[in-house]
């Protein structure tokens, strides 16, 4: 039975055996704790900065339950068992607990190991790299703590997205599992939202599962001092991603080039061949804004994870630096949180204790040793001209790298699991990307702020996002399954509150190799594995993949990657440039070209809804589900998101020109059925057809077209396609309106990197259509920044279901209104 215990910042209710607070961060957001102890322990959290009390709650109670409420959220205790029953403010049932009560905690014994600093390490080299393992130490009790596990009773009619990315390619994770540990295949967020109206995010960062199944509807953690969680509601998606972001902090703007092409394979070997690359791009007249250098550049002998750049190869960092930038490329490095050998890195950490038990990895947790790590970074690449990090293998410890046969699912769990025990508290072992990616973004932000952070990492945690992080899908293979799997993969992780993701364009693996599980591509001709260790020099029979096969599934990964938050290409066992896939007219090399023009050209779109994930929470890449919950037509889509406000993209999935080894594949039809939600009207994107909402279409995708589908309502910002995204900035902006329904956008630009952005250095246009007046009013400009222009030639595009009109307008800054069939005033 529980009693009210106290009712100041919060509501605190107690049984014979628990602890029960349940208290407001804001009139939509409601913190849960639940303790075996006296008194709660309010512990800093890692992913969580807002925990402040909001007091403007009401209470009731009655004989059965005790109910607290705001306008927003409603939540009914029941005083017998304890079950929560949450409320939107109409009343409308959200979730609940099972009646007989849905929190438990059960007592658990914390150990950690204690190392003996004359330990013999052992060391190994893998495919990610050389790691050093210490099997000497001493378990030791470090404190009693308890396993978690908290239950739902979902609606029948309900869809959940979240828990970042994995491997399975769930979409809908309704009758699901996931396992919440940190891998290379794997990035975990401990949070979900559902298409009903809420989302649950639970701070802890030990293993944790989520299932919607057999077993039960529960998420459990193996090692929590006390069982703290938050529950969001929300009208709409991006009103609950808002309640997110005010728990765990807003997403800096990435710099503007991030959003153009970035391309990276493993690996480029020197200096020369970096710069080399960048000029064929501009030779060829092919937008390229970012070219990135992978692991093994550090000197050689000089140690593994060594963060300055092999002398013999790159013997003028600052030079190298200079020159790509004279050609408007910025250039991004890999940095390992693992460091062997006898690097001068090592040594520091080493010296000054900042070392984990492997005497390998460097400990995030520790402050000082963040600090030395950024310091690092800072001497050996940041001041030569380094513009972007590639922090990789952020999820250090791992255990099932190695083998032909992949291990079951459970056995996988407690191999890697256990690995990252050995090194880490088991309380913490999802944290250590969070705390890796702090570093160096509070590192170069003291550093300066005329440059934005951007941190491609492969692991993520709740909260990362405030470090200017992205993440990819890890090392996976080339297939049509991967690709099927990716789509699904990557909404997940979005829907979870984590803006940024991508995936490694064509597969990091292409070829099969039988020794190794995860190196199984579809296609071995003309690959010839990693690149050489020792390899001064580029290899001149390094020309590609041959297989057409390969190309087909190379050129349909591009054009789905051209609609994500970041655009990069990426892999090992061949080069991945453009003409690695033939030459100008011939239909693959063409059809990648046109794509990565096709994305220029929306870079004010990119540009603008990025803004607005920095400053109203909105997200890049959307559920169909979340945006259309009363569809329950969408709740099941795997192969179809929203990409910002506007566009639904349709990725092509499946072969149609060549199957593995070059084979024809003859009469397979140059389409894909696609289904458009119920709800809006809808344009295809390329031809400007109309279609109703509600129906199934089948669409034509040849290989030179990815189906993208533009709601009616939307305002779709478009440039001109140069050669980075300075090029043409200040060309006209054609502005597409896509009749049907009323609907805005707000047009946004700053200075493009740096962080003036935050002292209101910015401009806004909002963009906003009358159906009914047959009316876009561009607004007057709202803000300003150094090298504005002031003067602004916009084409107006209006596309309606009888064709397109379009205007000419000169923007002053001022308020003008524009009519389809009339002029501007």
């Avoid at 030779?283 to 990135?292: A, E, S, Y």
């Avoid at 692991?459 to 990716?486: F, I, K, M, N």
Wanted: aromatic share 12%; with cysteine.
């Amino acid at each position: 039975m529980y009693r009210i215990d106290s009712n100041r910042d919060a509501l605190i209710l107690a049984s014979e055996t628990s602890r029960l607070r349940i208290g407001f961060v804001t009139e939509s957001i409601a913190r849960v704790t639940m303790t075996c102890r006296q008194p709660f322990l309010d512990r800093d959290s890692l992913s969580v900065v807002e925990r402040a009390w909001h007091r403007g709650y009401r209470l009731d109670e009655d004989a059965d339950s005790v109910r607290v409420s705001t306008p927003s959220l409603q939540i009914a205790i029941d005083r017998r068992t304890g079950a929560i029953r949450y409320y939107a403010g109409d009343g409308r049932l959200l979730t609940r607990e099972p009646e007989r009560g849905g929190r438990w905690l059960t007592p658990a014994e914390i150990y950690v190991s204690r190392f003996n600093d004359g330990a013999e390490a052992d060391s190994a080299e893998s495919i990610d790299g050389i790691r050093l393992s210490v099997v000497e130490s001493e378990r030791v009790l470090d404190r009693h703590a308890f396993q978690a596990k908290l239950e739902f009773v979902f609606a029948e009619d309900e869809a959940l997205f979240g828990f970042g990315s994995h491997e399975e390619g769930y979409g809908n994770l309704r009758g699901k599992s996931r396992e919440l540990y940190q891998h290379n295949l794997k990035a975990v967020i401990p949070y979900f939202v559902s298409t009903r109206g809420y989302g649950v995010l639970v701070d802890a960062y030990s293993l944790m599962t989520f299932h919607d199944d057999a077993l039960g509807s529960y998420i459990w953690a193996d090692a929590v001092d006390e069982l703290d969680y938050y529950f969001i509601a929300g009208d709409r998606f991006d009103d609950i991603t808002r309640g997110y972001h005010k728990l765990t902090g807003a997403a800096p703007l990435p710099p503007r080039w991030f959003f153009g092409y970035a391309q990276c394979k493993e690996r480029y070997v020197n200096a020369q061949e970096l710069i080399d690359t960048v000029r064929e791009f501009r030779r060829r007249g092919i937008p390229l804004d970012l070219i990135v250098l992978d692991w093994k550049s550090w000197p050689d002998g000089g140690g593994w994870g060594q963060k300055s750049l092999d002398p013999a190869r790159f013997p003028d960092p600052q030079g190298l630096t200079a020159a790509l930038h004279a050609l408007n490329v910025k250039m991004m490095a890999s940095i390992w949180p693992s460091m062997t050998g006898e690097g001068e890195n090592r040594k520091e950490m080493l010296e000054r204790g900042f070392m984990l038990g492997n005497r390998s990895t460097y400990n995030s947790f520790d402050g000082e040793a963040r600090r030395c790590y950024w310091e690092q970074a800072r001497r050996g690449l940041f001041e030569q001209g380094v513009d972007a990090w590639w922090c990789d293998c952020s999820e250090p410890f791992e255990s099932d790298w190695r083998g032909a046969v992949k291990l079951e699912p459970h056995e996988r769990l407690r191999v890697n699991v256990e690995e990252a025990k050995r090194y880490l508290d088991p309380g913490y072992i999802g944290a250590y990307s969070l705390l890796h990616s702090r570093g160096i973004y509070e590192g170069q932000r003291g550093v300066t702020d005329a440059q934005r952070v951007v941190n491609l990492t492969r692991s993520v945690y709740a909260g990362q996002h405030r470090y200017a992080t992205t993440t990819w899908s890890g090392d996976v293979c080339a297939t049509w399954e991967t690709l099927r799997r990716s789509i699904p993969e990557g909404l997940n992780f979005c829907a979870a509150g984590e803006p940024y993701w991508t995936v490694d364009i064509g597969g990091f693996f292409i070829k099969n190799d039988p020794a190794l599980w995860f190196w199984r591509g579809d296609y071995d001709a003309g690959c010839r594995g990693l690149t050489s260790a020792t390899a001064q020099e580029p290899d001149p029979n390094d020309t590609g993949c041959t297989d057409l096969g390969y190309w087909e599934l190379y050129t349909r990964w591009l054009q789905y990657a051209a609609f994500l938050p970041m655009f990069r290409s990426h892999g090992t066992d061949a080069p991945r440039e453009p003409w690695r896939f033939g030459e100008a007219g011939s239909m693959f090399y063409d059809a990648i070209v046109e794509h990565i023009r096709l994305r220029y050209r929306l870079l004010p779109y990119i540009y603008s809804v990025a803004a607005q994930v920095t400053l109203s929470s909105w997200s890049i890449m959307r559920p169909v589900a979340l945006d259309f919950p009363g569809d329950r037509l969408t709740h099941d889509l795997t192969d179809q998101y929203m990409f910002g406000p506007a566009m639904m993209v349709c990725p092509v999935t499946v072969p149609m020109y060549y199957e593995r080894d070059s084979r024809p594949i003859d009469g397979a039809a140059k389409s894909r059925p696609v289904y458009l939600p119920t709800g809006a009207e809808w344009y295809d994107f390329r031809t400007e057809a109309w279609f109703a909402g509600g129906t199934r279409v089948e669409t034509a995708a040849p290989i030179d077209v990815i189906p993208v589908f533009v709601r009616a309502g939307s305002i779709v910002p478009l440039g001109p396609a140069g050669q980075h995204v300075q090029d043409g900035r200040d060309g006209p902006i054609e502005i597409r309106v896509y009749r049907g329904a009323d609907g805005a956008f707000p047009l946004y630009e700053d200075e493009g990197d740096n962080y003036n952005y935050e002292q209101g250095r910015r401009s806004v246009v909002m963009l906003s259509w009358s159906e009914e007046r047959a009316e876009l009013i561009v607004a007057a400009r709202d803000g300003s920044f150094d090298g504005m222009l002031t003067h602004r030639q916009f084409q107006i595009v209006f596309i309606s279901r009888t064709g397109r009109e379009t205007r000419g307008l000169l923007y002053t800054g001022e308020e003008m209104r524009v009519r389809p069939g009339a002029g501007s005033s």
